[in-house]
């Protein structure tokens, strides 16, 4: 018998949040990502959880989970793996980079020379790396968590729009509050949780759950209103670079996840409204004028949801 994936989800979440306290939100955001097989952008300061979050989602799920930390001097070759000559047998032998996983932590990713940080890009989109004009698979599921600090950009590299676009959403974890950080020392006190964080699900159910998410219907005129909503971004006053239809797809995605998540067949366009600034909002290039006035891309995605009709809504007036 096939289990429900609520049930499958919900049980993930609990599991992952015995490590990552007070971040449901958070945690299910990630989960969201790796349902819809994207990736996931983590901007927030030092020491809030990032790496557990990735550790935490790979052990409950059984998937291969490697870390690379970013630096200047990082070569791609590094990233991807490396063939290396074989006396014995006189053939070139593939060592595998860090890439090939199924939950990757790029950790302080933007601090990478642009060379580097390229050597993810046929990663991320074609699920493959190429060494020496050989392509190597990687095995699915597959999902990129990159982190960056927004606060210090001394030494860094920012992501190129490019880059930027090929992650599904971008999450932020902020700090716990006060009684989920008492928690946290209390969680901690002999060991940490995510060393004996149990597996609940494997990578063949993560499998089926995506494959379950393309089956939730999507009416058409719900997808309408994603459209007019990435569409209103670009023609938006404040903005010099808007949604890409990209950024429609994850919109769309992510919202069938969310609804398989609740338990549902069908998207509503609370969804889409609730998932707006994650999906859309790193791929929103503020205008020179805007940043003058302090807008945030945050502003703007608030001010599309307000200007474009919400489909069923009764009109005001």
Known sequence: MVEDPKLVAERIVANVQTVIIGKEREVRMTLT???????VLIEDVPGVGKTMLARAIAASTGCLFRRIQFTPDLLPSDVTGVSIYNQ?????EFRDGPVISQVLLADEVNRAT???QSALLEAMEERQVTVDGV??????PYMV???????????????????????????????????DEIAVLDAQQKAHPVDSIAQVTDAEEILRLQRAVREIYV??????????????????ESVYLGAS??????????????ALLEGREYVTPDDVKSLAFAALG??????PGAKVKGSTPADVVASCLSRVPVPGARARG
């Open 33 to 39: 990502a790796l349902l819809c097989g994207g990736h």
């Open 114 to 116: 642009p060379k580097t």
């Open 282 to 287: 790193h791929r929103i290039i503020l205008s």
């Open 88 to 92: 014995k047998t006189g053939d070139f």
């Open 135 to 140: 392509t190597h698979k990687i095995p699915a």
């Open 219 to 236: 009416d058409d005129l719900v997808k309408q209103y994603i459209v007019a909503l990435s569409n209103a971004t670009r023609e938006h």
């Open 145 to 179: 968590l990159a982190t960056q600090n927004p606060i210090e950009y001394e030494g860094t590299f920012p992501l190129p729009e490019a880059q930027l676009d090929r992650f599904l959403i971008r999450v932020h974890l902020g700090y716990p509050s006060q009684l």
């Open 245 to 258: 239809p990209r950024g429609s797809l994850a919109l769309y995605r992510t919202s069938q996840a969310k």
